[in-house]
């Protein structure tokens, strides 16, 4: 599928809208701030077609004073420039049977008409038509022409906006600090090159370059100019074509987490928008491969037929609604999946300074390379006496050394273990074609992880439950019982038979036998406290967050010493799993420190 686009060269003429599409269209204000000019004049001048779009900001103390967007594009003759700022006047639609395949940015005619409103704006215009000589120049003061004549100029369009909400202080009021204004300005102008890897942006800023890209090198390119070669080096490209859609674009590794959702930069049809559903599907391709509170970096272009979206949702055109909305979710989940499952993806130690040439990190970008909360259950187990200790550590171990006996190591390259640390991190020595690393493995977050994939194997089978000889009663506090009660069903599915005692009391009847071995009764309650932390409880939920709780209670807990051997054996079960790179909660089991690393720590680069 190819962006069905309008010709871009040469735009249709600009008319008014009647009366029926101007009622079907999603009205409410446009210009919210400085920002929304700059990405309304941004997105006109990719609907005429320019290759470069100069983006020029000048502030003052007071904030910002002057935005000018000029573009190489169309260009207006005088006629069309004067009905260019009269609301519902455009030339990319002519009938409502339109709006259901808009393929331009624009298509309501209503932005340079309520830009005009609130502010002065100077508009210098020529039509990239040979025949025409003189250009257009046109100023707008409060939405009024105030004058207008000849111009020369080369063909394209500058729009100047001054005066931003001077005659409008309660709109003005709202804005934030100038700094906050031109972070989102930056966002937007970043977001805008990222939709559009084929035209050149470049944004200055009192005389300074910002931004720069330069509409080659595809989406890579774009990401590479905007965020250095740091960030673009550590993305996996996704590509797909499924029945409904085009998927390209790229993931961040997992350890490139964060604490928003700002990195995950989406566009659809080449229009920037923020879809819950796609987040959606984002999550679930990602999986137990990131913490549930953490967003991945994600930069990712979709081509869905234009009939399946629709794009007059939302005043500002930033959100979209999708038909097929489940086949979508479903596919773009398995494509991320896909590329993910087959890359290594140990989480890195420190990054080398030296390592990453991003030149002026932009707003937002700037943060630590990837911050995983410990959960309180990683406390260590107390002291026991070492033979007690190894022995259980045993057992535990055999419950999972069969689970991928036969599976091939994920990680390339001998493995060595040299130790551990603190009785909680195997030190380990990864040697291949690329050199010698020091791998830091987290004892028990490997387990868990082994554990995880397990029973979940396991369970997929059977699950068998045991009846308990006397049963096993819970006193809940009033908000676990009421989750108990909603989540009777599922627990019983997962082999816990759960009957009220009275009250906020309940009798475990039954437990699930996992591995070959009864699970402990009072699992439920932590199971119960997991639920607990979640928002929306599905019975899919349930189930995932009851094998995470038994593969975290089996799992070789920190704090346990382990012998040289055991070591071994825990490596050799981590890196046959199927996904050996994070604990089911999504923290990583293991970091890897590289030549890279090692130099950049010891400042050798
Ligand atoms: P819309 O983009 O929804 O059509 P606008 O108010 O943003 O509405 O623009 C109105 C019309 O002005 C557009 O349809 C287009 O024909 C013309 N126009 C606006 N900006 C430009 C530009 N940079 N180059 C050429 N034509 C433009
Ligand atoms: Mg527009």
Redesign the pocket.
Known sequence: MKPSRTPKKQQSRIRLLDEETINRIAAGEVVERPASVVK?LA??AI?AGAKQIRIEIRTDPGGISRIRVTDDGSGMDAAEARLAFTRHATSKITSWEDLSRVAS??FRGE??ASIAAVSRVTLVTKPADDAVIAGTRLVIDGGEIVSEEAAGTPAGTSITVEDLFAATPARKKFLKRKATELAHIYTAVERCALAHPRTAFLLVQDGAEKIRTYGRGGLFGVISALYGTGIARSLVPVNGTTPYMRIEGYVGRPDLNRQNAQMIVLSVNERQITSNVLLRAIRAGFGTLLPKNRYPVVFLALNIDTALVDVNVHPAKKEIRLSREDEIVRDLAAAIRTSLGDKELIARGTPAPGGSAAPAPAAGVAESHSAYRIDPRHERMPQQPLHAAFGQTDTRLRLTEHGAAGAAAKVPGSLTVLGQIDTAYIVVVRKDDAGEAILLIDQHAAHERVLYEQVLAKRERETTAQELIVPVILTLRSKEAEIVRGARHALMTEGFLVEEFGGDSFAVRTVPVILGRQVAPDLVRDCVADIAMETRVSAENVRERITTVIACRGAIKAGTPLSAEQMQKLVDQLVRSKNPWTCPHGRPTMVIFGRNELDGMFRRT
């Open positions: 309304e997105e006109n609907d940015m624009g932005a340079l």
